[in-house]
């Protein structure tokens, strides 16, 4: 062969290199691997927009779990006021207290005034009654120990007959008696004479 005759085959091959793109493709040839390259993206990204849509609708689907609640039957309310009055959280406390106050007249003690320091709380604990709407301090507690009660409670202040309505603020104090917390609560106070 001649050079001339390597050059005219040289240029003849970059020709075609040119045209198509690869070595020995024609352009149909090249058309038709992009058609099934474009197909083959179109079917994997709807395969996945399925996976995905699946996914959603069995999430939406799926039925809450009821974990951390307690369903109350005749058969497990014992377990569930045990699981229920465990140890509450530091600085919490829970109050068993009675919110209507009578009195007989404005020396006597109450039959049904009561205030305890349940066991599940970890302070001691003192109250104060105040009159709401004087502020006036009306009985102080001495300090009541986890697990001690308070009844027949007789005001410090003698009130005349009447309905009165009062805040119980009580202190939830530590070993050194320096105040931890503190929460009030609305009662009402009747005296009858």
């Known amino acids: 062969m001649s050079s001339q005759e390597?050059?005219?085959?040289?240029?003849?091959?970059?020709?075609q290199e040119g045209v198509s793109g690869q070595k020995g493709m024609t352009s149909?040839?090249?058309e038709a691997k992009k058609v099934r390259r474009?197909?083959?993206?179109?079917?994997?990204?709807?395969?996945?927009?399925?996976?995905?849509?699946?996914?959603?609708?069995?999430?939406?689907?799926?039925k809450p779990e009821d974990e951390g609640r307690n369903i109350v039957d005749r058969d497990n309310v014992d377990t569930v006021m045990e699981d229920m009055t465990d140890k509450v959280e530091e600085g919490m406390f829970e109050c068993m207290m009675t919110t209507e106050w009578t009195f007989e007249n404005g020396d006597s003690e109450s039959p049904n005034a009561y205030v305890a320091n349940v066991e599940n709380n970890r302070?001691?604990?003192?109250?104060?009654?105040y009159?709401?709407?004087?502020?006036?301090?009306?009985?102080?507690?001495?300090?009541?120990?986890?697990?001690?009660?308070?009844?027949?409670?007789?005001?410090d202040k003698k009130l005349a007959a009447g309905e009165y309505k009062a805040v119980v603020m009580y202190s939830l104090v530590d070993d050194d008696e320096q105040e931890v917390s503190s929460?009030?609560?609305?009662?009402?106070?009747?005296?009858?004479?």
Do not use: H, M, W
């Open 6 to 15: 390597e050059k005219s085959n040289q240029e003849e091959k970059s020709n």
């Open 28 to 30: 149909s040839e090249e």
């Open 38 to 62: 474009k197909k083959r993206l179109i079917i994997i990204a709807f395969i996945v927009l399925l996976a995905a849509l699946i996914i959603c609708i069995l999430l939406l689907l799926r």
């Open 123 to 129: 302070y001691t604990i003192y109250f104060d009654v």
């Open 131 to 155: 009159e709401k709407e004087t502020n006036e301090l009306l009985y102080s507690s001495p300090l009541l120990p986890v697990g001690t009660e308070i009844r027949n409670i007789k005001l």
């Open 183 to 193: 929460a009030g609560f609305n009662i009402t106070i009747s005296v009858n004479n």
